[in-house]
């Protein structure tokens, strides 16, 4: 990572930029859109060039969702902004009963390609109503794709793809720690068959890490450290939450043979939950150790600061779980990093907007 290069909120501002520029049949709608920090920087200044088709909304998920649908079985392509994921919980019978469906009722006849971005993360107290990860919730149901772009090329590659050639409801989780982090060329890339696929992101023989969103960065600040103890981590960015790629998992394993997931939501019924599924179908034999699993604690998030820090896993927990697993000990004598904040790390996000 680089302060010299761009970001990801540069990024998606970009994306943002080209998806109006491109077509006359897009538009951005959604509470925040015009207001001058403009969804963490990615719509801002949209509205005095797009003024038609950067529209600002009332607190009216429901609504407003079901308006982008009617837009996208009438051609145009709507983006939707949710600056906390939590708000789309308000808009879930028009993303789900409506959304989702539309292509299944009637029989392929009508599609609803539209891009729904929310806002997920941690920092600044938001508290139990503000800071929740659903993804496994949305991609429990067919019909709609998601998605949690965990760096710039992510963004570039996954944004035009949904934007310009996905025929379907796509939903894309954003990360708030994200947005100031500047990415290198090669960061994060990985290898990948398309879009919308899982990517490997770093090669290794001992232990198979597979993370989503900013866990892909706290799994390789883990996996640095702990090359300088010999343990050698091959780390899978699923990226695509609602299809991840069984082949690329099963065949780390086959060679690793252990596997540690982190999440950034709960562990139950989760994206770690859907992983252990796909590998206990596929060929459990493969595991020469019981999975271990990193997410949030299953509680409510906390507003303190203080018990937010223990409410997330970080560079501490992660260090540790994987020694632990690499080496089959708990007392495995490899020293951890000092219990802090990721938020320490990165830049954190300081609200309300």
């Avoid at 079985?73 to 879930?92: C, K, Q, S």
């Avoid at 989780?173 to 060329?185: K, M, N, Q, T, V």
Wanted: glycine share 8%.
């Amino acid at each position: 990572m680089n302060s010299t290069h761009k970001t990801y909120r540069d990024y998606l501002a970009e994306a943002m930029q080209q998806a109006l520029s491109s077509s006359m049949d897009t538009i951005i709608i959604g509470q925040g859109v015009t207001d001058f920090k403009g969804i963490f920087g990615t719509t801002t200044n949209l509205y005095t060039n797009f003024p038609d088709r950067v529209i600002e909304t009332p607190l009216s998920e429901e609504g407003i969702t079901g308006i982008c649908v009617g837009l996208a079985l009438r051609g145009m392509y709507p983006i939707n902004t949710h600056i906390r994921a939590d708000f789309g919980l308000l808009a879930a019978n028009q993303i789900i009963n409506m959304a989702a469906k539309y292509k299944y009722m009637f029989g392929g006849h009508y599609s609803v390609p539209m891009l729904i971005r929310m806002v997920i993360g941690r920092s600044w107290g938001q508290g139990a109503q503000h800071s929740q990860s659903l993804q496994s919730l949305f991609a429990h149901i067919p019909g709609l794709t998601v998605i949690m772009p965990a760096c710039t090329d992510s963004v570039k590659s996954s944004y035009s793809h949904a934007i310009s050639q996905h025929k379907g409801p796509v939903i894309s989780f954003e990360h708030r720690l994200l947005y100031d982090i500047a990415f290198e060329g090669s960061d994060l890339q990985g290898s990948k068959s398309s879009p919308f696929s899982s990517r490997l992101i770093r090669k290794g023989n001992d232990v198979t890490i597979v993370a989503t969103s900013i866990m892909v960065l706290e799994s390789m600040r883990a996996a640095i450290y702990l090359s300088d103890y010999d343990i050698d981590c091959e780390i899978i960015d699923v990226h695509n939450v609602s299809q991840p790629d069984s082949k690329l998992i099963m065949s780390s394993l086959e060679k690793t043979g252990h596997l540690l997931i982190a999440d950034t939501s709960w562990l139950a019924y989760g994206v770690c939950a859907e992983v252990c599924r796909i590998v206990t179908q596929s060929n459990p034999g493969v595991l020469r150790a019981p999975v271990v699993t990193l997410g949030m604690s299953p509680t409510p998030c906390p507003t303190s600061q203080f018990l937010e820090d223990h409410y997330y896993p970080e560079l501490h927990n992660t260090v540790d779980a994987i020694a632990r697993l690499a080496t089959g000990k708990s007392d495995h004598g490899i020293p951890i990093p000092k219990q802090e904040s990721m938020t320490k790390f990165y830049k954190s996000f300081r609200g309300p907007f």
